[in-house]
DNA sequence: AATTAAATTTCGCCT
DNA sequence: AGGCGAAGTTTAATT
């Protein structure tokens, strides 16, 4: 783990400067806490007096400031600004414009508490949990998800990552076969489903098809349609919310 | 400004264990900086391997996980999270439980650059820049967003504070009255209007009145109704965009 | 407390 | 590049 370059307790605002120029010219990630005024001008406007509050420019030129409570920053910009610093007699100015989105933030600060450069290494992938997986046991815990009066028979496991089936039946008896997406289905996941209920389909018997995803690419649709498939909107999170509603016994009984 | 109380650049895990508890026990704010892992479970599951990320822990139990790029952090918790901080073989465990949500955030630092505990001082007040006399602005230069073929004739600027009268003309020649609300508009704000309509409304003719808000409250639809009034529905950001929009010769004309 | 809608939403995916 | 929709959305307002 690296040191950083520069950091110092209580610096003074040509300290303070140095440090927001260097960070900004090589791209590093900024902290400064202190007493600051914020302007905003952009979508909307803003304006929030002198008050003591921690400034985070990252890498990518993001900015957030935030206040002692709550989750969001009281000002921010996205990535992509370019920033601008500058001593006056008011206070060391930062100015962060994102030409993109043509917003601008102006940052004066009047005493600085902290201030460092860092350059952080965080190479690690973010994973979240929400799989087919998950979306799997949710239906076979509340079929319903899928279609009212939906009955799940047979869960399958597939070696191909990236989906999973369930057969059933449907309130009429009928044959279904439910393939998952956890994401938008695309066309491939359209002839996905196809080709499985082309493969057990040798009875005479329709098969029903009925993918299901947060969300149907339109081309997708046009291909599901002529196929005579259905889609079924569902969201991964509906799902993770249906598990954690469910109790441990219920689950066992499921997934066992 | 006060000086933090405990701040130290590169401290070892022990000493970063002291901040941290501290911090926690007086309700501080707390910023870490260090190599750590990060696992999530709530509403869905996350995990994230090791890396240099910053950590703040804010007055009212909010907390922040950034990654040295984009807007967002990496992990969080909303404010109200309860605390449990211990040092293990693996690193400094910090557990952040949120009783509201059951949801919880496990971080283990391996290593830290820097740590300090914060007592911020902020109390000005937000103030967003997306008036009435904003949305008042972006009607007159676009009479369109109230309806096609509205022209406005005069604008009203009444003492009573929080909204902004327009009059004019429907393309049918009709007299219309427009109020605005920045919020939601509830009850009084549909009196209000019809209050001005009552008043000015000597003539025979039938004066129409536009309630313009982002969303009407539902008992205040049911009195516009009774008082044949009319609703349409404007967001302040919608304004703010075709203020912006505007270049500043079309807005002194209009202005002026 | 639960529901609904707005947000300087951001972010990702698709056209 | 622009538009649409999901998000561990959060937050505020309303029922």
Redesign the interface.
């Known amino acids: 783990?690296e040191?950083?370059l520069n950091?110092t307790?209580?610096p003074s605002l040509e300290e303070t400067f140095k440090i927001v120029q260097e960070s900004i010219a090589k791209n590093k990630?900024l902290?400064v806490?202190?007493?600051c005024?914020i302007e905003y001008k952009g979508?909307?406007?803003?304006?929030?007096?002198?008050?003591?509050?921690?400034l985070?420019i990252?890498?990518?030129g993001?900015v957030?400031i935030?206040?002692?409570?709550?989750?969001e920053p009281?000002n921010?910009?996205?990535?992509g600004c370019i920033f601008h610093s500058r001593l006056t007699e008011t206070g060391l100015v930062i100015r962060a414009t994102n030409v993109k989105t043509?917003e601008s933030l102006k940052l004066t600060f009047t005493?600085v508490?902290?201030a460092?450069q860092?350059e952080?290494?965080?190479?690690?992938?973010?994973?979240?949990?929400?799989s087919e997986e998950d979306m799997q046991k949710a239906i076979l815990l509340k079929p319903e998800l899928v279609e009212e009066g939906f009955h799940p028979i047979v869960k399958e496991k597939k070696t191909a990552p990236g989906f999973v089936d369930i057969f059933g039946r449907d309130k009429y008896g009928r044959f279904v076969v439910v393939e998952i997406k956890r994401k938008t289905a695309n066309k491939d996941a359209v002839l996905q489903l196809w080709k499985y209920i082309q493969t057990i389909g040798e009875t005479e018997q329709h098969i029903r098809g009925i993918l299901v995803a947060p969300k149907l690419a339109k081309n997708a649709g046009r291909l599901l349609r002529e196929l005579n498939l259905e889609f079924k909107q569902l969201s991964?999170?509906k799902c993770?919310?249906t598990l954690?509603k469910s109790t441990s016994g219920e689950l066992l009984r499921y997934m066992k």
Chains 1, 2 share one sequence.
């Open positions: 783990m040191k950083p950091a307790m209580k990630t902290i806490v202190g007493n005024e979508r909307a406007e803003s304006k929030l007096g002198l008050g003591e509050r921690i985070l990252k890498n990518d993001a957030l935030h206040r002692p409570t709550g989750y009281v921010w910009q996205p990535s043509k005493g508490m902290f460092t860092l952080l290494k965080d190479t690690s992938e973010f994973i979240l949990h929400a991964p999170k993770i919310e954690r």
